[in-house]
C-alpha cells in the first residue's frame, strides 16, 4: 500500500536480478560510517547489535564501515580488514541478526590509500596526503594488478558472510579517487597518464568483482560526483567513469562529495540541507542502474522531496541512523515529530573515530553502546524529580520517564532547552532546533508533568524518592575595570536578542561560543548559490575539482575576536569541523588577537595590551563569552541525596555531548 505521507521513501525496491537480486523493504539506506567497533574482533556482537537495532527500527538497507582489502588498505595500525575465511565466518555473526530482524546489510571494502594512518600506506603515487602524516609508496603494477584482484576477493567473502550486497568504496578521497584523478595520480604505466587510463583500477576492481560473484549479487559503487580537490577529476570524466562502471557490472550508484582533504565542508550543520541533491540527478541522467542521493539530508521529507522529483532511487542517511534507530518505523507510523534529528554536529560521531575512539552520537549517547547503556524499565514505582531543562535535565526525565519512573520536570525559565537553545541562533546551525522539538515532543509522548517558570525550592523536592539536579550554567562575566559599562553584553544576551550589538564590536573569549558569536555577528543572509560561492564550489563541468574562485563575504559588521591565550584562535573546536569555522572567520574578516591581557572597557571601547604595547580596539560593544559558572546554590542547599548533572556538575566542559550522556546514564543507574 503506498504510504501517505512517504509515498517513495517507503516503497520497495529490487536490486540487481536472478536468485541474488536484492528486495529492499524502502528506500532508506544506512550508509556506510566507521564507528571503531570493526577494528577490534572482539567488539564483533557489539557491532552486531549496532546493526541489528537498525534493523529493527526498519531501515531498507545497512551498509558497513569500510573493510580493508589488504593490510595496506587499512585505514590504521590493525583496523578492520575482510581478507579470509575466518574474518567472514566471524561476520555471520553481524549479518544473522540483521536478516533475523528483517533487515538487509551490505559490506562495504575500502582501501585507504595514502588516507591510511600507518607506515604501510601505498596510493598510485608517493605524494603524501595533507591530512596523514605518512608518505605512502608508490605500488608497483604488480601490486595494483594484485591489489584490484583482493578488492574482488573481498567481495566474494562478503557474500559467503551472509551480506546481501556489497559497496565499493570510490569516493571521499580514498585509494580510488587516488588512482582516478591527476592530483595524485602520475603513473605512466597501465594504471596512469591519460584520464581514461587513470578510471583503469575502479573498472577493474569492479569487473574482477562481478566475475568472482557471479552476474546477480548487488554490488554498489560509491561514486565521488564532486572532488572538490585541485587536481580532481572532471563532470566528463565522472560521467565516463560511471559508463565504464556500470558496463563493468555496477547494480547501484552511492554518491559521495569531496575527498577529505577538501577545504569545503560537505557535511557539517553549516551545509545546506540538501546541498548537494543536483549532482546526484546529473549522474541520474547519464546512467541506467540506480543512484543513491546522500550527504546533508536528515529528514523523511526531504528524502522524500528527492526522490519525488526524480532526482534520485534511493537516499543514505548515515548519521541520520546513528541518531535515531527507528527514523524508518516513525516515519511509517507518521510520527516524524519523535524522530531524533542529527544535528550533523559531528562532536561524538567522526570526531570520535578521528581521535581514535569508538562512535557514538551527541543527541544519542546510546549509538554504538547499545548492549552497555540500556534503559531497562523499572521495577520499582518510584517519583523523579529533575531540576533544570537544559540538555542533561530533557536527557535525564526523558530516560526516566521511559524507564517507567514518574517523573516531574522543573524549569526555571519559561522555556525548555537552557543554553542550548542559544545555539539554534548562530548561523548554520539552525538544525539544533529540532532536538528541542524532538525533547518536547517525548516530554509530552512520555507523560512528564514539565513545570515551566517554576523555579524548584528544597521543600518541592522534599517528597520525591529521587531528585536529579540540573541547573545548568550562567555566563562568566570576568573581572575586568568597565565590565558594567554600557557597552557590555553577554553572548546570551546577544544571541537570545535581548541586546543588538553596534556596527563594530569586540568578542572576548575564543572558545566555541566567541567563534559561534563572530559567525553570528558577521553574518548576512546567504541563499545556496551564495554558499556555494562564499566557498568555491563551482561547475565541474568547467573545473577539475568543481572548485572555483571564492566569492569573498561582506560581512555585517566589523568584528575582533579577542583571547589572552597565544595558541590559535579557534584550536580546541572540533576536529572535523574547526577548520571550517576558523575559514569562516577568515572569509568574514574578522580580526583575530591573541596573547592579550585586557586593561578595562570605556566609551572608546576594549583596552587590552599585547606583546607589552597597550592599545584601544575602538568598538560600540564588547561581548563577553569567556566561559560559564555553574549554577549550583539549590543542590548545595539540598540537606537529602541527590544527583548532580550537565554544567551544574562541571561547568569548565559545558558540552550537551557530555551533558545528554551524563543525563541518560545517571538514570539508567537508578
Ligand atoms: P570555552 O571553550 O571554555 O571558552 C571560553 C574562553 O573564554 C576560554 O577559551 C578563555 O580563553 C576565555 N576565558 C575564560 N575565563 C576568562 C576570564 N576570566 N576572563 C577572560 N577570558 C576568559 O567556553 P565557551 O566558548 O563558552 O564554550 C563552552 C562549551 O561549548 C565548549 O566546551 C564547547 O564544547 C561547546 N561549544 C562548542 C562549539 C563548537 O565546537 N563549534 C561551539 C559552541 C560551544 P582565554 O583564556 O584564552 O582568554
Ligand atoms: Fe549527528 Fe552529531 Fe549525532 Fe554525529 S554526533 S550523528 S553529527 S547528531
Redesign the pocket.
Known amino acids: 500500500m503506498t504510504h501517505p505521507l512517504y509515498p517513495h521513501l517507503l516503497e520497495p525496491i529490487t536490486l540487481g536480478s536472478g536468485p541474488d537480486a536484492l528486495t529492499l523493504r524502502n528506500r532508506v539506506v544506512m550508509g556506510s560510517m566507521h564507528t571503531g567497533l570493526e577494528d577490534h574482533p572482539w567488539d564483533i556482537d557489539k557491532l552486531a547489535a549496532f546493526f541489528e537495532e537498525r534493523a529493527r527500527g526498519g531501515v531498507g538497507l545497512i551498509i558497513t564501515g569500510g573493510y580493508a582489502p589488504t593490510k595496506r588498505g587499512w585505514l590504521k595500525p590493525f583496523a578492520s580488514e575482510m581478507t579470509n575465511r575466518l574474518h567472514a565466518k566471524r561476520h555471520e555473526r553481524v549479518t544473522g541478526p540483521v536478516h533475523e530482524a528483517g533487515g538487509a546489510i551490505a559490506l562495504q571494502v575500502l582501501h585507504a590509500g595514502r588516507y591510511g594512518y600507518h607506515p604501510l600506506s601505498q596510493s598510485a603515487s608517493d605524494k603524501k596526503s595533507p591530512i596523514t602524516p605518512f608518505r605512502p609508496s608508490a605500488m608497483s603494477t604488480k601490486e595494483v594488478d594484485h591489489t584490484a584482484t583482493a578488492f574482488a576477493k573481498s567481495v566474494a567473502l562478503a557474500r559467503k558472510a551472509g551480506y546481501d550486497a556489497v559497496e565499493i568504496m570510490g569516493s571521499e578521497g580514498y585509494l580510488i579517487n587516488q588512482f582516478l584523478a591527476s592530483r595524485t595520480n602520475d603513473r605512466d604505466d597501465q594504471w596512469g597518464g591519460s584520464a581514461a587510463r587513470r578510471m583503469h583500477f575502479p573498472v577493474e576492481v569492479v569487473r574482477r568483482s562481478r566475475e568472482l560473484v557471479g552476474d546477480d549479487f548487488p554490488i554498489v559503487y560509491r561514486i565521488s560526483l564532486l572532488d572538490l580537490v585541485e587536481g580532481g577529476q572532471t563532470w566528463e570524466e565522472t560521467a565516463e567513469l560511471a559508463l565504464h562502471l556500470q558496463a563493468a557490472g555496477v547494480t547501484v550508484f552511492n554518491t559521495g562529495i569531496g575527498w577529505h582533504e577538501a577545504r569545503v565542508p560537505t557535511i557539517i550543520t553549516q551545509v545546506p540541507r540538501g546541498a548537494w541533491r543536483s549532482y546526484t540527478a546529473r549522474l541520474k541522467q547519464v546512467v541506467d542502474v540506480p543512484v543513491c542521493a546522500s550527504n546533508r539530508i536528515n529528514t523523511p521529507e526531504l528524502a522524500e522531496d528527492i526522490l519525488a522529483s526524480g532526482e534520485a532511487d534511493l537516499v543514505s542517511m548515515a548519521r541520520p541512523l546513528l541518531a535515531d534507530a527507528a527514523f524508518v518505523a516513525k516515519a511509517m507510523d507518521e510520527r516524524a515529530d519523535e524522530i531524533n534529528t542529527c544535528i550533523a554536529c559531528n562532536q561524538a560521531c567522526l570526531d570520535h573515530v578521528f581521535a581514535n575512539q569508538r562512535a557514538s552520537c551527541l543527541v544519542n549517547p546510546r549509538a554504538c553502546h547499545e548492549t552497555e547503556l540500556v534503559l531497562m524499565p523499572t521495577l520499582r514505582k518510584q517519583t523523579v524529580a529533575v531540576v533544570g531543562a537544559g540538555p542533561a535535565g530533557l536527557a535525564a526525565a526523558t530516560s526516566a520517564a521511559e524507564r517507567g519512573f514518574e517523573v516531574t520536570l522543573f524549569e526555571k525559565s519559561a522555556w525548555l532547552g537552557g543554553q542550548f537553545r542559544l545555539a539554534m541562533a548562530v548561523p548554520g546551525k539552525e538544525d539544533f532546533a529540532d532536538t528541542l522539538r524532538y525533547f518536547t515532543r517525548r516530554l509530552e509522548v512520555l507523560g512528564v508533568d514539565v513545570r515551566l517558570g517554576a523555579e524548584a525550592t528544597a521543600g518541592d523536592l522534599a517528597g520525591f524518592d529521587q531528585v536529579v539536579v540540573a541547573t545548568g550554567v550562567e555566563p562568566?562575566m570576568?573581572d575586568i575595570p568597565g565590565i558594567d559599562h554600557a557597552s557590555v553584553a553577554s553572548y546570551a544576551e546577544v544571541l537570545s536578542g535581548a541586546v543588538v550589538p553596534g556596527r563594530r564590536v569586540a568578542v572576548?573569549?575564543?572558545?566555541?561560543?566567541?567563534?559561534?558569536v563572530s559567525v553570528f555577528l558577521t553574518h548576512t543572509d546567504e541563499d545556496l548559490d551564495d554558499w556555494m560561492a562564499h566557498w568555491g564550489v563551482g561547475d565541474p563541468a568547467l573545473t577539475e575539482g568543481g572548485l572555483t574562485e571564492p566569492k569573498p563575504r561582506t560581512p555585517a559588521r566589523e568584528v575582533t575576536l579577542v583571547?589572552?591565550?597565544t595558541t590559535p584562535i579557534g584550536i580546541?573546536?572540533?576536529k572535523t569541523?574547526g577548520w571550517a569555522?576558523r575559514a569562516v572567520l577568515k572569509q568574514s574578516k574578522v580580526t583575530q588577537v591573541s596573547g592579550a591581557t585586557?586593561d578595562r572597557i570605556d566609551d572608546d571601547g576594549l583596552h587590552v595590551t599585547v606583546d607589552g604595547v597597550a592599545r584601544v580596539i575602538e568598538v560600540d560593544t564588547v561581548v563577553v563569552?569567556?566561559?560559564?559558572d555553574s549554577v549550583r546554590g539549590l543542590y548545595d542547599g539540598l540537606d537529602r541525596d541527590a544527583y548532580l548533572i550537565g554544567g551544574a556538575d562541571i561547568a569548565a566542559?559545558?558540552?550537551a555531548k557530555r551533558a545528554i550522556k551524563q543525563g541518560t546514564e545517571v538514570v539508567a543507574g537508578l
Open positions: 562568566r570576568p572576548i573569549g575564543a572558545g566555541g561560543i566567541g567563534v559561534d583571547q589572552r591565550k580546541s573546536l572540533g569541523s569555522h585586557y563569552c569567556a566561559g560559564q566542559e559545558l558540552d
